[in-house]
């Protein structure tokens, strides 16, 4: 796969509010992407209701890819376009970092699969859906469908042999 054709700075907001079970004392997700890297140091604390503490957590490069533009449009065109952020845990306070955020839906599925990752989907900014749109538009190249055609079965691949055949 070739590189990113585009990189688009974000700045990503967590919250931790208190956790409902006794094995887990907050509990983290990831609550919206800002366009753009603010002038904020990382894990600065934004609000705090007395329930939830929102913080900035850092920034990140959204890439895209041309390989990728069918998925970008899929996730343009779904009525609700978003961004996947991963936080992965560090042994550090804060416990997580931002690891990855992603406006391509498969990847954003794969990310779940690690069962140490933080993943939440959250709304893409509109200013980043003109981005992505514009990218698309440019980059995009229809696909064909094209239906494979199966082997022709060999009806004797399967047939009963004598004994006697198999020291032939």
């Known amino acids: 796969m070739s590189g990113p054709l585009v990189s688009i700075p974000v700045?990503?907001?967590?919250?931790?509010?208190?956790?409902?079970?006794?094995?887990?004392?907050?509990?983290?997700?990831?609550?919206?992407?800002?366009?753009?890297?603010?002038?904020?140091?990382?894990?600065?604390?934004?609000?705090?209701?007395?329930e939830r503490i929102s913080f900035y957590a850092g920034t990140a490069e959204v890439q895209l890819y041309p390989t990728e533009t069918g998925f970008y449009r899929d996730n343009l065109q779904s009525g609700a376009p978003s961004f996947w952020v991963a936080l992965r845990p560090v042994e550090a306070d804060p416990p997580y970092m931002v690891s990855v955020v992603t406006a391509d839906p498969n990847e954003g599925e794969s990310l779940t699969e690690?069962?140490?990752?933080?993943?939440?989907?959250?709304?893409?900014?509109?200013?980043?859906?003109?981005?992505?749109?514009?990218f698309v538009a440019e980059h995009h190249v229809e696909q064909p469908f094209v239906k494979r055609k199966r082997d022709r079965a060999d009806p004797e691949a399967l047939a009963r042999r004598s004994r006697g055949d198999d020291f032939e």
């Not at 700045?11 to 887990?24: D, H, L, Q």
């Not at 690690?114 to 514009?134: F, G, K, R, S, Y």
């Open 114 to 134: 690690t069962v140490t990752d933080l993943v939440e989907q959250v709304p893409m900014p509109l200013t980043i859906q003109q981005v992505v749109a514009a």
């Open 11 to 50: 700045g990503v907001i967590v919250e931790r509010s208190k956790g409902a079970t006794p094995w887990a004392e907050f509990y983290w997700r990831a609550v919206s992407v800002l366009p753009g890297q603010p002038a904020t140091a990382a894990w600065t604390k934004l609000s705090d209701d007395g």
